[in-house]
């Protein structure tokens, strides 16, 4: 078995071994793999953090051992905190870095950083403020940051910043923690999931207080939530139909 971290910012997971295929997800600065087929320019990886499969360029990832893969894998994550940092290799080379890169790593790849660190468990309170972070990000399929991000990305990585995990897509993250009868149940902080009209998941939210719901549709925003859904002010119209509700922690 073959091993693998990301040493750059950014860089495209996709569904196939070419440029051309869908942007399936981003691995972020600081993540590790297992390397589970490999050809001449692009390898599949399993990233650890959430078994989640697809296809990265060799050129936008370092191998490592499978001692140092364990490792990382033992560790509680540390998280940058800032928007935009840099990284410094021994060179004084800087590398940047955003919210929610994994700092695991710096001393596997060589590098320092001085910003803003995470790396316990958050209150459940604190999930909101963090979700603002993300405040009119715009929507991308397959994004995880805030120059970009999906509906899935937005509530993995507002979870992950605060020490929770969640799997990639939505349809995953429902079968995740415990569901409950009414919206008035809910607390800030739970997971609205939606479905389409076939009955499969393809949308979440963050509930907040007093019924509004912050989730990644067209841009990260803000919208009201009821018992048939999401109502987008804007449009004057229901745009997602509500499924379930979920309480992860």
């Not at 295929?21 to 981003?26: F, G, I, T």
């Not at 979700?131 to 405040?135: G, N, P, R, S, W």
């Not at 897509?169 to 995740?176: F, I, K, L, P, Y």
């Given at each position: 078995m073959q091993y693998g971290i990301c040493n750059l910012s950014i860089v495209p997971l996709r569904g196939e071994p070419t440029d051309k295929?869908?942007?399936?997800?981003?691995v972020l600065y600081g993540d590790f793999f297992k390397v589970i087929e490999q050809r001449k320019n692009w390898s599949k990886i399993r990233l650890a953090f959430d078994a989640y499969e697809g296809w990265i360029d060799n050129k936008q990832y370092l191998e490592i051992n499978g001692e140092a893969y364990n490792q990382l894998n033992a560790e509680t994550p540390k998280l940058s905190l800032d928007l935009v940092e840099f990284v410094q290799d021994s060179n004084a080379q800087l590398y940047p870095i955003q919210l929610g890169a994994t700092l695991n790593g710096l001393s596997l790849l060589g590098h320092t950083f001085d910003g803003s660190i995470t790396g316990h468990n958050s209150n459940k309170s604190n999930l909101i403020a963090t979700?603002?972070?993300?405040?009119n990000s715009p929507y991308l399929w397959g994004g995880k940051t805030p120059f970009g991000i999906d509906c899935s990305g937005f509530t993995q990585m507002v979870y992950k910043l605060n020490g929770?995990?969640?799997l990639r897509?939505?349809?995953?993250?429902?079968?995740?923690g415990e569901p409950l009868s009414f919206i008035e149940e809910s607390e800030p902080g739970d997971l609205a999931f939606f479905d389409n009209n076939e009955g499969a998941i393809?949308?979440?939210?963050i509930i907040m207080k007093d019924n509004y719901i912050i989730h990644a549709h067209g841009k990260v925003r803000i919208d009201r939530l009821d018992h048939s859904g999401i109502y987008n002010a804007d449009k004057r119209a229901h745009t997602h139909k509500l499924r379930v509700i979920?309480?992860?922690i």
């Open positions: 295929s869908e942007l399936v997800s981003q979700a603002f972070l993300y405040l929770y995990k969640l897509d939505a349809s995953q993250q429902a079968t995740q393809i949308h979440v939210g979920k309480k992860i």
